[in-house]
């Protein structure tokens, strides 16, 4: 099968999510990842644990296609062994600490010192050049930042969204950064640095909720799972199960209209449109929570889909990965691990390509799995592996 980055080698020094599944997407296109972590496993590889050796839920995901090896690049023969891996790679990819990345020869100039042409991919919390910038920032930090937690949740109770999609935002940021910094050096042999950090990111998903406050000086209250510019919209109680049902515009809103038989709303300037629909919100999603009441979960989202309303029942995490559109897409991919007690549902690749399409082609590695394979491979016999190995540098 062609795959896209066929040849190219990246060093992967990420941990948890942002700068780790960034390399995975460049690895389902072929991209040669080699993960280094430290002798005793990196801190991300025993989150949310579900095998008997400890292995954590996400590293399974954001670590699919690579190979991985120990290393202690603190150590004068531990960076030796990383300067020579430098030498054959054309991507590195890290989400440490400034601090970190000088100690651990990974900022840009070292590298670059190395190999000219390479090209640093870095996952920071809040960019570097402000006075933020050596602070340390999770997800949760970039949610809390950008407006967005402001807006969710109760009147009293500000809730942060329990998926980290600041990281994973983050990571495919990166990822689109460094394919557009490998274009550029294919083009004229130069390579860069590349930065995607979660406070700019997470900005650029709430970024309306900037605009809106800025230029309309409106600040609207948090109302839980109701629409905040459109209506009717909420997770609707159907049975002994709830529903999410959206109506935006006003073809959609007719629709709607008779659907639940208040076509006499059509001229009603209380609905006159989406801004004033939010507005007003609390009768139209009285009348739809009514319409509900009468229907099984079934009959409802039959009726929705009949009438183009955008609809679907919550799934439960179990739920989502057996849904039968899920199954039929293929979108995830059952993969073995050792110590898991039956095979893990792993995403695909997050977009598709006629041509060229990514593909998961391995497990994600155990602990210093192929650490003797890639030091061979760099020149090392089979004494001077032990050596290392003795001395606890790899």
Same mark, same amino acid.
């Given at each position: 099968? /062609? ?23 460049? %690895? ?47 150590? %004068? ?17 890290? /989400? ?64 942060? /969204? ?20 490998? @274009? ?40 839980? /799972? ?39 709303? @059509? ?43 955008? %609809? ?70 089979? %004494? ?11």
């Amino acid at each position: 099968m /062609n795959q896209v980055l066929k040849g190219i080698r990246i060093l992967d020094f990420g941990r948890y999510i942002a700068a780790p599944w960034c390399s995975a997407i460049l %690895a389902d296109m072929g991209a040669d990842v080699i993960r280094i972590e430290k002798r005793g496993g990196g801190e991300d590889r025993w989150v949310q644990s579900v095998g008997s050796d400890g292995v954590g839920a996400g590293y399974l995901q954001f670590n699919r296609n690579k190979r991985a090896m120990t290393l202690d690049t603190t150590t %004068a023969d531990g960076r030796e062994v990383a300067q020579r891996l430098i030498e054959t790679a054309d991507i590195v990819v890290a /989400n440490m600490p400034d601090a970190a990345m000088r100690d651990n020869g990974l900022d840009y100039e070292s590298l670059k010192a190395i190999k000219p042409d390479i090209i640093l991919a870095s996952a920071t919390a809040f960019g570097r050049g402000g006075p933020y910038s050596n602070r340390v920032g999770f997800d949760g930090v970039g949610q809390v930042m950008s407006g967005a937690v402001y807006r969710s949740g109760l009147p009293d109770q500000p809730i942060r /969204n329990a998926v980290p999609y600041v990281d994973h935002a983050t990571a495919l940021t990166l990822a689109i950064g460094t394919m557009m910094a490998l @274009f550029h050096r294919n083009a004229c042999g130069e390579g860069q640095e590349v930065e995607a950090a979660l406070l700019p990111v997470s900005l650029t998903i709430s970024n309306a909720l900037v605009i809106e406050e800025t230029m309309a000086q409106r600040s609207r209250e948090r109302i839980g /799972n109701k629409g905040m510019a459109i209506g009717p919209s909420d997770l609707f109680r159907v049975g002994d199960s709830w529903l999410l049902i959206q109506v935006t515009g006003p073809g959609m809103f007719k629709r709607w209209c008779r659907l639940v038989g208040e076509e006499d709303w @059509f001229t009603d300037p209380r609905f006159a449109n989406d801004d004033l629909r939010a507005e007003h919100g609390d009768v139209l999603n009285i009348r739809m929570q009514q319409w509900c009441d009468d229907r099984s979960a079934e009959e409802a989202m039959a009726a929705l889909d009949a009438a183009r309303i955008p %609809a679907s029942p919550m799934l439960s995490p179990l739920e989502a990965g057996v849904d039968p559109h899920v199954q039929v897409m293929g979108y995830f991919k059952m993969m073995d691990y050792p110590g898991l007690p039956a095979p893990a549902p792993i995403i695909e690749t997050p977009f598709r390509m006629s041509a060229t399409p990514g593909t998961i082609r391995s497990r994600a590695p155990t602990l210093g799995e192929h650490t003797e394979e890639l030091l061979a491979d760099l020149g090392y016999d089979s %004494a001077a592996i032990a050596d290392l190995r003795a001395r606890e540098i790899i």
